[in-house]
Structures are given as C-alpha cells and as structure tokens.
C-alpha cells in the first residue's frame, strides 16, 4: 500500500491518542493544584488519577467493538469530543465528587482513540510497515503525556486548575475535529486477501488472551520504573528532586524514540513476537543488575538504570501490532483495546505492589524480584512465537496465485 494519504492517517490517529494521554498521563502534574483546590489528602489525589484510568479500563473493549463496526471516524470524533465536555466539566467542578465524576467520564469518552487510532494505522498501513507505523503511533502516548506535563504547571500558575482542564479539553476537541476532517476508510490493499484468514473474535481467542497476560506483566517493569525512579533517585541515591523529575522527562522522549526503533526492526525481520520476547529477556536481566548495583557508585548505577528504563518503554508498538494481525483488520479494533485493557490491569496494580515491596525489604530487593514479570513473559509468549511462525507461512501460501509452471517433458 503506497499511498501517501497514509502518513496524514498516521498523525491524526497520533494526535488523538496523545491528546487522550496528554490528560491520562499529564495529569499527576496537577497534583499540587488540585490538592489545593479542593484540600485532598494524598489517598483522594491518588483516586482521581485512578478515575480517568478506570473509566478508560472499562470502555475500552466496547470502544473497540463499535470501531470494528462502524469505523474509526466516528468512534474517534464522538469520543474524543466527549471527553473535551467532560474536562469541561471538570474545570467547572465545585466539589471534589463532581470532579471524579467528570474525571471518570474523561476517562469513559477517551478511551475511544486508543482502538480507533491503532486500527486506523493497521489499515493504511501494509505489513512490511506496520511496526514502525504503530511504532510513531505509539511514540505519541509519552510525548504527550511529556508535553502536559511540562506546560500545565506554568499555565496554573498563571491562570489557575480551570485553565488546565479547558486546554486539555480543547487538546481533546482539536483531535476530535481533525478525525471528523482528515479520517478515511483504508483503500482495498492489494494482497489483502492473503491477511484474511479466520480467526475467533477477539474475545474468545487464547492468543490474544496470552499476548495479553504477556505485555500486562511486561508493563509490570515499565510502570515501576517509570513510576518510582524519581523516588529512588531522591530516597537513595540523595538526588535533587528537580535533576530526578528532568531525567525522567528525558527518559521518557529516549523510550518514545526507541519504541519507533523496536518498530522498524520488527518490520525488517517481519515477527513481532520473537523481538518482544528478546526485549523481555533483555529487560529481566537489566532489572536484575540494577538491583545488585542500587547501592553502587552512581557511574556504574546511573548508565544501567537509564539503559533498564529505556528497555522497559520498547515493546509497546509491537504488542499492539501482533494483537492487530492475530486477529485481522475486521477485529483490529476490539483486539487491539483488550490487548490495551490487559496491560492496564498489570500498569495498575504493579507499581503499588513494587511500593509495598520496597517498604517492606530494600529497593534492591524491589528490583530483583521485578525481573522476574519480564522472565515471565519470555516464558508466556513462547507459544505464540511457534504459531506467528505459521500464521506467516500460511499467509504466504494463500498469497501464491500464480502456480508453478508444469515441468517441461524431454523431448
């Protein structure tokens, strides 16, 4: 597939899944203001990020569902426009119920982008470019989560909390518009034939289900580091708190580059599976040093957690492409969001864990024992490196139309 009209298909679905993670992933930035506005305890700050996540958690299959029904244009320009009234809602909130509800509705409407926009680039996008593709695609949740989180501070402290729910939500609106705008259905791909193998919905496919539990415990690595590095460089290593807060700004730009980089090689060697399990086996045993080294000299620490950490973020486009070609361009969309939903759970509940394991016994202990969630994904995926094997064989097979030439008898 050679038209050009797919990069602009590219950024809009980019567009609409970083405005929703400029809010999911921005929003620990406005923890200080809105622990001011409304005089929360650290628990309530805590349960409002938890709202626009859980909101998010519960809508994304059904999300991915309609897509699969009725197409990425409406999905995305319906819910990313409801997202942007209810961040409205939000900057009109009195009390702190009314601002969970609105946050937990954010969260509902959102969620729309992450199935659509993935689906989307799935078809425009021929295998031979996908990874990369979905790489860039995914490159967006970081960048602007990044984005949010260096603007909205300034932007509080010169207009009040309100001024950083309205950009939010005119973030959410102009993404909604430019889907209504510049949105298209795929053109027919030639071959596209040789992709259409059956598969069981999304739902009741193990694959799908094992591709799952395989990124919810890789995410198990990425959410504590990314979550607790500032903490561990703070607490332990007696970093400032403003040099620990800007490496993981710049962390994260690195890791949003590098998922672009899985990607590409992905699409060069044409298996998603294999790389992830290397990627995982690559991540237990970097967790793994950086807990025997968390009380080292800093120049042999500071190198390996910055490499660990950037490890932990590569995965992600290629998780979402192999959810997206297991089950096929029709499915892509419902696929896709419970592959998203699956990784949630883990992103959820690990950082927590990781936190109660570092109170309970020593960050370098914490660390061990989270090498662990990506050793066990190499183990969880192993399956379906075997059957993407075949699915590509199968897949080439139906592709040879032309058949061979009958042997030629001596004369």
Known sequence: MTSRYRWVILATGAVGAG???????????????????????????????????????????????????????????????????????AALSTSYAALLGALLVAGMFGSSATGASGRAVMGWFARSERGFALGIRQMALPLGGAVASLTLPSLIDAQGLDAAFVALAGLSLTAAVASVVLMRDPPPAPGSRSESAPAPPPTRDTRI??????????????????????????????????????????????GALVRIVAGRRSDREGLRIAP??????????????????ATAPGVLLYPLLAVAAISTMSWNG?????????????RAGTAMSMQNTLISVGGVLAPTAFGVLVEATSWTAAYVVLALAPLAAFAVLRPLEGEEDDRIAARALRAREIPEPLPVEAT
């Not at 198990?220 to 700004?249: E, K, W």
């Not at 998780?319 to 029709?330: D, K, P, R, Y």
């Open 276 to 293: 992830m399990r290397r990627i995982a086996a690559r991540n237990g045993a970097l967790l793994a040093a950086v807990g025997a080294l």
């Open 19 to 89: 405005a929703f993670s400029a809010l999911r992933m921005g929003l620990p930035a406005l923890a200080p203001a809105l622990r001011g506005e409304f005089g929360l305890t650290l628990g309530e700050v805590g349960l409002a990020f938890a709202a626009v996540t859980g909101g998010g958690m519960v809508t994304l299959v059904p999300w991915g569902a309609l897509t699969d029904r009725i197409g990425e244009r409406p999905v995305m320009a319906s819910g990313l426009a409801g997202c942007a009234a209810a961040l409205v809602g």
């Open 209 to 254: 289900w094992r591709l799952g539990a395989g990124g919810a415990l890789l995410v198990c690595a990425q959410a504590s580091m990314l979550g607790f590095i500032v903490l561990f460089l703070h607490d332990a290593r007696d970093v400032g708190a403003a040099t620990a807060a800007a490496a993981l700004g710049a962390l994260q730009i690195v």
């Open 318 to 330: 290629l998780a979402f492409t192999a959810a997206a070609e297991i089950s096929g361009h029709a």
